[in-house]
């Protein structure tokens, strides 16, 4: 029975959750859509902890999305015992470096009076969902190899089925215990989002790089203003 | 030509007492919020000295500004791809240590304490963690600190100064020391602007304010390298960048900034100039000896015809024509020419301009004595007490020739006024100079009268914002009548 609610009922609140949230603290909180910077006030020990965390997650995540999109090409791949090494060893690679990354913050965060003045109630949830992410994640890498193999039988199919709306869980309730909790706290940390700092990586800027750099905004048509014709049908701004 | 307005400015360095009246101005006004309480928008120098943030001017630290690439110019420390991939730690970005921890003092102890043997104290406290600290710097911890070893001796100005010269300036006769009041300079070239990953900080298209919408900042931090005057700030407590916004509420109404309201020498000016944004990007990008002279070649005259017509075309107000035209700003940077940009080998066409301080020679130690005579009635320029290479380094990317003329025409207003007023030197010793810097009695005379006569509003020239017929434009004004106003009501709070 808590299968079901683990492996079904949780994925779909949490990706109603992370949905209809994001909308709406988007729309009507935005001020707060960012990771509230605390740069300015420690910088080296923040180096340390968030460059590899950063890169270490961004890979990670970036791995497990081909792993759901392409699970034949990843098994094509693995076929060969080298390149399965060079995948495995790489992912664990990345998986050491967020939870180095992680620790360091973390420890960053308690011992420093200033850090923990802007640290918020959440920021607590969300360490501890990421360490158990981290850590079971690596610990699935360490005792039930290959994942990378394995993962394109189970949870591939697992999940196209939760995206299809025909939930199957049976390949799931005969994973390890491990691997289980690594699931559950995925969705749970999807279902976050929202309600988290974790909103900052949905408004990565990549509009910058095909941006002009000077911006220049107009609070009126400038060609237009002195015709009282347009009254009332100028374009409003995109920045106000 | 592409004919935009710029909202200007000049301080008039030698009138500055240095009294921070424009700081605290701008304090109470601004920055006396949770997270803003290290800010200081406007903030006064002691020139010798390392400044706010400490040597901010150095660019091998901070990575301010634009390099010059070809054709074009680059952001230093900052720019699409080193932006992008440094988001997740700015390895170049000012942190506290480098502004100071901001403090205040227990003084409800004072009244609360228990009785006694000893007589109650208010500690200093930090006002970022509310612990007791030791306070070892603030925004002008060096104020007035001429020749100081830890400050003036650090300023990062001496380039191209040898030791001696640089231990002449610090002689006991010889010290001298002048203040530096600065702002946001609302470039033309803005660095902060090009640095927003987010696309949160603009340039306002009607008077050319910069400003950060606060709504879309969402705490990159690029900004906060890229300005090389350091006047972005990170509020820790929001997380997001905040600057000086020129009090844009009160220029709209055709009130001017606080700092400039309060100032107590009245050196400061604010007018508009018109300038050509098509030659932004060349003006920016050319070599360093060319730098100053380009930047005073994109400023218009409002006086042409065709500047004139160019500007109706582009939709500039005839009230902002005729408010450039009577300019005080235009006096002084274009007509004139003794008004400089602070530091214009950063590459962002700033928009403040300075008279330079003339500080004459008034004294020398000669032959083992106190010489308080010279051979000319103030001496010669050349002989000032700071070194013309300290103020070139300063005002022209380095170049001597342009401080030596701007200070020659200073010394040539005093020396015609003294002849007007008290009338005690020789005839060559007015003209000659005057002769030299090719200038008339009528222009000295105007010189003098909006350096030290003028009223506020010949000093302050704001044009019209029209913002009446700007919100009709946007919005249908009869609909929303009787309501707070418009736009951001969302209060400034995080959490989550």
């Known amino acids: ?40 006030l ?12 950063h890169w270490g997650i961004i890979f990670l995540f970036f791995g497990h999305l081909v792993a759901f999109l392409f699970p034949a090409e990843v098994l094509l791949w693995n076929s060969v015992p080298v390149r399965l090494l060079i995948l495995e060893i790489a992912a664990f690679g990345f998986g050491i470096a967020a939870l180095v990354g992680l620790v360091i913050l973390v420890i960053r965060r308690l011992k ?11 920021d607590v949830v969300v360490y501890v969902v990421l360490a158990v992410q981290i850590i079971t994640g690596l610990w699935i890498a360490l005792f039930f190899r290959w994942g990378s193999s394995w993962f394109a039988s189970t949870l591939t199919p697992y999940m196209r089925s939760i995206f299809l709306f025909n ?21 749970t940390l999807i279902g976050l989002i929202p309600c988290t700092r974790f909103m900052h990586f949905l408004v990565y800027p990549f509009r910058y790089l095909w941006r002009s750099p000077l911006y220049v905004i107009w609070n009126w048509d400038r060609k237009q203003i002195r015709a009282t014709r347009n009254l009332y049908n100028g374009v409003k701004q995109k920045n106000t | 030509m592409d004919i935009r307005s710029q909202i200007a400015m000049v301080f008039h360095l030698d009138k500055c007492i240095g009294c921070h009246t424009c700081s605290i101005a701008c304090k109470n006004t601004w920055t006396n919020r949770k997270g803003a309480e290290y800010m200081w928008w406007n903030n006064v120098e002691t020139k010798p000295g390392t400044g706010y943030p400490h040597k901010w001017e150095d660019q091998n630290i901070y990575k301010g500004g634009w390099d010059k690439k070809g054709n074009s110019v680059r952001l230093k420390g900052a720019g699409k791809f080193k932006g992008l991939s440094t988001l997740f730690h700015n390895p170049n970005m000012a942190v506290l240590e480098d502004y100071y921890e901001p403090f205040t003092y227990r003084y409800e102890h004072l009244f609360e304490a228990k009785a006694g043997d000893d007589q109650p104290t208010a500690r200093p406290v930090s ?3 509310g612990e007791p600290m030791t306070p070892k710097s603030g925004p002008n911890w060096d104020d007035d600190l001429s020749g100081s070893k830890e400050y003036a001796r650090k300023d990062v100005n001496f380039k191209g100064l040898s030791d001696a010269e640089q231990e002449a300036m610090f002689r006991l006769e010889r010290m001298t020391m002048h203040w530096l009041p600065r702002i946001c300079n609302h470039c033309l070239n803005p660095a902060c602007v090009a640095a927003c990953p987010s696309g949160a900080i603009y340039k306002r298209g009607e008077d050319g304010v910069v400003l950060i919408n606060q709504k879309k900042c969402r705490a990159w931090r690029m900004c906060v390298t890229a300005c090389p005057y350091k006047k972005v700030y990170y509020n820790w ?76 075309k582009n939709g500039i107000a005839d009230s902002t024509i005729t408010s450039a035209q009577k300019s005080p700003v235009y006096k002084f940077v274009k007509e004139w020419g003794v008004a400089l940009p602070l530091h214009p080998e950063f590459r962002t066409l700033p928009n403040l301009f300075y008279v330079p301080p003339l500080l004459p020679t008034m004294a020398f130690v000669e032959n083992e ?18 070194p013309m290479k300290y103020l070139a380094n300063l005002f022209s990317a380095g170049n001597e020739k342009v401080i030596e003329i701007v200070l020659k025409k200073l010394m040539a207003v005093r020396l015609h006024r003294r002849n007007e007023t008290v009338g005690d030197l020789p005839a060559g010793e007015v003209t000659d100079p005057m002769n030299e810097v090719k200038m008339d009695k009528e222009t000295a005379d105007a010189i003098f009268r909006l350096t030290s006569l003028a009223m506020h509003d010949e000093r302050f020239v704001i044009p019209p914002a029209h913002r009446e017929e700007a919100i009709e434009m946007i919005e249908n004004t009869a609909k929303v ?16």
């Open chain 2, 127 to 129: 006002m970022i963690t």
């Open chain 1, 1 to 40: 029975m808590s299968d079901y609610f683990f492996f079904i009922g949780l994925p779909y609140a949490a990706l109603v959750v992370v949905i209809v949230g994001t909308l709406f603290r988007y729309l009507n909180f935005g001020f707060g859509v960012s990771s509230l910077s605390s740069q300015f």
């Open chain 2, 481 to 496: 009548e009787g309501n707070t106003g418009f736009g951001f009501r969302e209060p400034p709070k995080r959490g989550l």
């Open chain 1, 167 to 187: 939930p199957d869980i049976a390949a799931v309730t005969n994973l390890p215990l491990f691997a289980k909790i690594h699931i559950v706290s995925a969705f």
């Open chain 2, 369 to 386: 004595s106190y010489e308080t005579t010279s051979e000319s009635f103030w001496g010669a320029v050349e002989k000032s007490r700071l």
């Open chain 1, 42 to 53: 420690e910088s080296r020990e923040l180096y340390y902890g968030s460059r590899p965390f």
């Open chain 2, 237 to 312: 407590s929001t997380g997001k960048s905040e600057k000086c916004i020129l009090c844009y509420p009160r220029l709209e109404t055709g009130q001017i900034p606080a700092c400039m309201h309060t100032c107590v020498g009245r050196i400061r000016y604010l007018g508009v100039l018109l300038y050509d944004a098509d030659k932004i990007e060349s003006a920016a990008a050319c070599d360093d000896q060319d730098l100053l002279q380009n930047q005073m070649d994109i400023y218009l005259n409002p006086h042409d015809p065709e500047v004139i017509k160019a500007a109706r």
């Open chain 1, 112 to 122: 420093n009076k200033r850090i923990r003045v802007v640290t918020s109630k959440m």
